[in-house]
């Protein structure tokens, strides 16, 4: 083809171009009313998003507050509590006998004062044929805290005292209750039955023994409103308002049964249990009418939404594995008054002096004491809050771990009469004495063993971490991510193990008195890359640290070891899930 | 005197750097703010323009007034994302172009090539569409086949490039040069069977 014949050919291009290029047309009139409707149509589903966003966010923040609200509740609650158990670690006056004593002097007037409570606490407790345990206790604060609320609203017609009393004194005595109904299960028969009479059985008291009663318990309010609604509830508030009412008379009959029949006790106790497990079933349903109440709020079109599109939830679950530095150190004078001791040593090596080998045993401890494998375990879930970025909360468990390399033994004695056996049993040299000041053993002896042992220092948390995160795109199937936040942790045990025979190992469960802090706040930050394995399924890792804001001792200024805040190093592993995506 | 001219040219900067919005940047703005009234107006600002693009590129006029409804929809919705790097007119025609490839697509009309028409090749004359009505050639556009008149528009109208088009469509460069080659035919052969009065070169076969 010559350029002549382009050239021509160039011609009707340019020719189309010149007509066409910027020509106008009438377009029909109705266009923009189409565009217009779309608009609008548009417009309304963003505003039912937002709509929803806010919804869910409102709701994330509740359970949240719940969560955490139950957990600071029933934490600091544990306070009240004295240990049962006795620590010989620590060797102050009031971890000796003191505890029993407490127990009894706050159990007693509880018993007193609370009776009828206590009958149907102590046939919940017979039900569950377990004592009650922790995770019940837990989830029955988080329903106290629940229940609470609505009675003072809804019944404040019927007893304007009820509701006040429903909330402050459900929380103030039901660790008192669950306690003394852990603690005389042998006297329930007796006095459970004998205790009731029918004045007592008031409407303030009965809501509260449901609240108290536990976990299995809780879910009573279903069994009770089953006989009066048994359809769908219109809506959560009405659904909840119905409680109260029913289950008075449902724990009417049921203590009545208990009057009418004392010897027939645990058949009543077994009736009781069936019905309870009833009412299990009935709450699963009882929920599921309540989210289809809420969600039928939400209304219909933004239903469509969230399901045609991204939901904005992810779930995820990680795992850490980490290094743990615990951050106590010794003072270089440590035990000086240990010097003016007798020297009731029993060891093998009585011959070299114990304060020098208390010396040895601290700088052995600043020497040998290295972060060991620590992990996490993280349950999370994701709400999307922009585009890239997630509010991240959930539930986690972390265990952290130190550990000494050590020669050294501690043995403390008290002047009571067993001070002939080893008591006190510190593992670690000199570790668990110097998280306490006050020693009040009668003697310590430092004695070195023949082969160096190990000795674990585990803290275990239960974590409730809160953090935003933020993402961006690598390539389109990696991306990175940065996250930050905070997390509650709660220390559900601490222990100390020594790899020999001669150390007792010591642990703190959570109802015991212990030198460590109970709850303390950790700053967390992680960073890294992630896969998208599939449209919902993506896989990230990355470097992850845990700083703690305070120390591990509850008393660092009591204590005589130095302190500083612990933190841990850890490579972060999660798998994502993506909720509701096409 | 001398403080006062700094005064005055600090002013003068400052003019320069807080330049007044432009009706264009108002209107840009009140879109992106939702405001209806300043929709409306963008819309008739360029709906004419838009129009004839619609028709040129969709084979009827119900799929055109389609391809504008999503059209100005998208431009609505994105218009946060119109980074002024070009004319908004221009901005606006891409999107239509975009939109009436991705309903064309959606209507499998560029994956099959029903051509079966032979381009005859004509001998051409300079040609002037200036007695032509734009009905008449919009007419003569929507007569070609799909892929035919997609490539047409896009290399004589639209000016882009064979490998542009190419990439467009999802098709070779030389296919799109062929097909274009075609296109041009078959206009030819439709001008010539017109047969203008006025015509001053009347086109022999």
């Known amino acids: 083809m010559s350029s002549a014949d382009k050239q021509k050919h160039g011609n009707l291009e340019q020719e189309f171009w010149r007509r066409l290029h910027d020509a106008e047309a009438q377009p029909a009139p109705d266009i923009w009313s189409r565009i217009d409707h779309e608009l609008t149509v548009q417009e309304n589903s963003k505003y039912k998003n937002r709509l929803v966003f806010y919804r869910q966010l409102a709701a994330a923040c ?153 976990a299995t318990l ?31 008379s449902y724990y009417k009959t049921a203590a009545q049964q208990l009057l009418l029949n004392p010897d027939a ?39 469509k939404d969230v399901a045609g599109g991204n939901s904005r939830w992810n779930v995820s679950m990680a795992y850490a594995p980490s290094y743990f530095e615990q951050n106590i150190g010794l003072p270089e004078r440590m035990m000086v008054a240990v010097n003016q001791r007798s020297f009731a040593a029993k060891g093998p090596s009585i011959s070299s002096a114990t304060s020098d080998n208390m010396e040895e045993a601290r700088d052995e401890f600043a020497k040998n004491t290295k972060p060991a494998f620590s992990y996490s375990v993280d349950v999370k879930a994701g709400f ?23 020669n050294y033994v501690i043995k403390q004695f008290l002047f009571k009469p067993y001070s002939g056996e080893r008591s006190q049993l510190a593992p670690s040299t000199v570790f668990l004495p110097s998280l306490n000041n006050n020693f009040t053993t009668d003697s310590i002896s430092v004695a070195r063993t023949k082969n160096a042992f190990d000795v674990d220092y585990r803290y275990e948390f239960l974590t409730l971490p809160l953090g935003l995160q933020y993402e961006g795109n690598i390539t389109k199937k990696w991306y990175w991510y940065a996250a930050g936040g905070m997390a509650a942790n709660f220390l559900m045990k601490a222990s100390i193990d020594a790899d020999t025979k001669e150390v007792q190992s010591v642990a703190y469960s959570k109802e015991s008195e212990s030198p460590f802090r109970r709850m303390q706040f950790s700053g967390n930050m992680s960073m890294g890359v992630g896969k998208r394995i599939s449209d919902v399924v993506t896989v990230s890792f990355g470097p992850e640290m845990r700083s703690f804001l305070s120390t591990l001792i509850e008393n660092p200024d009591k204590a005589v070891a130095t302190q500083g805040k612990p933190y841990s190093l850890g490579l972060n592993m999660a798998v994502n899930y993506q909720l509701g995506k096409k | 005197m001398a403080s006062y001219g700094r005064e005055a040219l600090n002013r003068q900067h400052l003019k320069l750097f807080t330049k007044p919005k432009s009706d264009e940047d108002k209107l840009i703005e009140g879109c992106i703010a939702g405001k209806r009234d ?135 460069e030389g296919t799109s040069k062929s097909q274009f080659s075609r296109a041009r035919a078959i206009l030819q052969n439709m001008l010539a069977r017109q047969d203008k009065p006025y015509k001053e070169n009347v086109i022999s076969r």
């Open chain 1, 62 to 214: 509740i359970a949240l507050l719940m969560v955490a609200g139950a957990a600071f509740f029933y934490h600091f609650r544990q306070d009240a509590l004295t240990s049962t158990g006795l620590q010989p670690g620590i060797a102050s006056n009031t971890a000796t006998a003191a505890p029993e004593k407490t127990l009894k002097s706050e159990a007693v007037p509880e018993q007193e004062s609370i009776n009828p409570q206590q009958s149907i606490d102590a046939v919940s407790s017979i039900n569950n044929a377990t004592p009650v345990t922790e995770q019940s206790i837990n989830s029955s604060v988080s329903e106290s805290i629940a229940i609470a609320d609505v009675p003072s609203q809804n019944v404040a017609s019927q007893n304007s005292q009820l509701g006040n009393y429903a909330s402050n004194s459900t929380a103030a005595s039901f660790q008192k209750q669950k306690e003394s109904a852990y603690t005389s299960n042998s006297l329930v028969d007796t006095r459970s039955i004998g205790a009731p009479k029918p004045q007592v059985n008031t409407e303030t008291s009965v809501p509260n023994s449901m609240i108290t009663v536990g």
């Open chain 1, 218 to 248: 809780a879910t009573d309010e279903s069994t009770l409103v089953q006989p009066q609604q048994n359809t769908l509830f219109p809506s959560a508030s009405r659904a909840i308002a119905a409680v109260p009412s029913s289950i008075n």
């Open chain 1, 265 to 303: 006790n645990s058949n009543a106790a077994q009736s009781i249990d069936k019905q309870l497990q009833q009412g299990n079933k009935n709450l699963q349903k009882q929920n599921e009418a309540l989210v289809l109440a809420l969600n039928k709020e939400a209304g219909g079109g933004s239903e």
């Open chain 1, 384 to 406: 999307k809050l922009k585009n890239k970025l997630k509010l991240l909360t959930g539930l986690g468990y972390s265990q952290n771990t130190a550990r000494t390399k050590t």
């Open chain 2, 38 to 172: 300043m929709q409306r107006l963008l819309y008739e600002l360029y709906s004419k323009k838009m129009m004839v693009i619609c028709l040129r590129y969709a084979p009827t006029s119900f799929e055109a007034e389609d391809i504008m409804q999503e059209g100005f929809v998208k431009v609505f919705n994105n218009l946060q994302n119109f980074k002024k790097d070009c004319p908004l007119e221009f901005w606006i025609r891409r999107i239509m172009i975009n939109t009436a490839l991705k309903l064309l697509r959606q209507k499998q009309l560029l994956t099959v090539s029903h051509e079966t028409e032979e381009a005859v090749s004509v001998a051409a004359e300079a040609t002037n569409l200036s007695d032509y009505s734009l009905d008449e050639l919009l007419g003569m556009i929507q007569g070609l086949a799909p892929r035919y008149r997609m490539v047409f528009n896009l290399y004589a109208i639209e000016g882009y490039n064979h490998k542009e088009i190419g990439e467009m469509l999802g098709i070779s």
